[in-house]
C-alpha cells in the first residue's frame, strides 16, 4: 500500500483524508447505536487523552521563549485576521449548505480541523512527503486520525467528516511547497513547532471538556513565528 500512495502526487495527504473521512462515517453509523449518556462520557475519555497527546508533544519544546512569544503574536494575529470566526462562519455555509440539522455540525468541523491540522506530525509528514515521496509519516497520522476521527463523529456528527477538506488543502500545500523549503526546516524548528503545536492540541481537550472557551483558530499562526523566533533563539 506504501509504494501505491508513494506514487501519488501528495498521497500521504490523499491517504490521511480518505481515512478521516472512512473514521467519520465509522463513528456516525456507530453513534446511533449507543445512548447520549455513553457517548458524552466516551467524549470526555477523548478530551482527555487529546490533552495527553498535547502535553506529549509540547515536552518536546526546545526554546520556551521562542514558543511563548509565537503562541502570543500568533493569537493576537489570528484576532486581527479573524481566522477562528472565519472557521466558524465556514462550517455554519457547510451545515446550511448539506441541511443538516445537527447542533454540533460546526464545533466537530472546527474541533477536527484544528485537531488534525495542527502538530508537527502534520507538517513534518507533509515536508517528508514533498521533499522525499516518503508518505509514511502522513500514512500512519491517518490511522490515528481515522481512530480520533470516529469517536468524534460518534458524539459530533457530520461535521468531523467535513473537516477532510481543509485537512487537503493544508497538508496538500505544505507537501506542494516543501522543495523550496529543503535545507531551512531544523531540529529545533521541528522541536518548537511540536511543542506549540502540543500546546495547542491541549487548549482542543480542555475546550471539549468545556473546561476553557479558547479560540484555537486564531492561534495558527503562532505555527509560522515560532521557525523565525527559533532562527533568532538558535
Do not use: W
Not at 470566526?85 to 443538516?100: M, Q, R, S, V, Y
Not at 467528516?161 to 522543495?179: K, R
Amino acid at each position: 500500500m506504501l509504494e501505491i500512495f508513494k506514487s501519488i502526487p501528495a498521497g500521504g495527504t490523499v491517504f490521511n483524508s480518505l481515512a478521516v473521512i472512512l473514521g467519520s462515517a465509522i463513528g456516525i453509523f456507530a453513534g446511533k447505536f449507543i445512548p447520549e449518556k455513553m457517548n458524552a462520557t466516551i467524549f470526555n475519555c477523548l478530551g482527555l487523552f487529546t490533552i495527553y497527546v498535547g502535553i506529549n508533544m509540547s515536552l518536546k519544546t526546545e526554546h520556551s521563549i521562542a514558543v511563548l512569544l509565537s503562541l502570543v503574536l500568533g493569537t493576537v494575529t489570528g484576532e486581527i485576521l479573524g481566522i477562528e470566526t472565519g472557521l466558524n462562519t465556514l462550517g455554519d455555509k457547510l451545515k446550511a449548505k448539506i441541511h443538516t440539522s445537527n447542533a454540533k455540525f460546526t464545533q466537530g468541523f472546527v474541533s477536527a480541523t484544528l485537531l488534525f491540522c495542527v502538530g508537527s506530525m502534520a507538517i513534518i509528514g507533509a515536508i517528508e512527503d514533498g521533499l522525499r515521496h516518503n508518505p509514511e509519516i502522513l500514512m500512519t497520522k491517518g490511522i490515528m486520525d481515522c481512530i480520533a476521527g470516529s469517536m468524534l463523529a460518534g458524539a459530533m456528527g457530520i461535521g468531523v467528516m467535513f473537516s477532510a477538506v481543509p485537512l487537503v488543502i493544508y497538508q496538500g500545500a505544505i507537501t506542494l511547497c516543501a522543495s523550496m523549503l529543503e535545507g531551512v526546516i531544523t531540529e529545533s524548528m521541528y522541536a518548537n513547532i511540536s511543542g506549540i503545536g502540543g500546546l495547542m492540541i491541549m487548549g482542543i481537550g480542555l475546550n471539549m471538556l468545556k473546561v476553557t472557551a479558547l479560540k484555537l483558530g486564531d492561534m495558527l499562526p503562532g505555527l509560522a513565528y515560532v521557525v523565525v523566533f527559533t532562527v533568532i533563539f538558535s
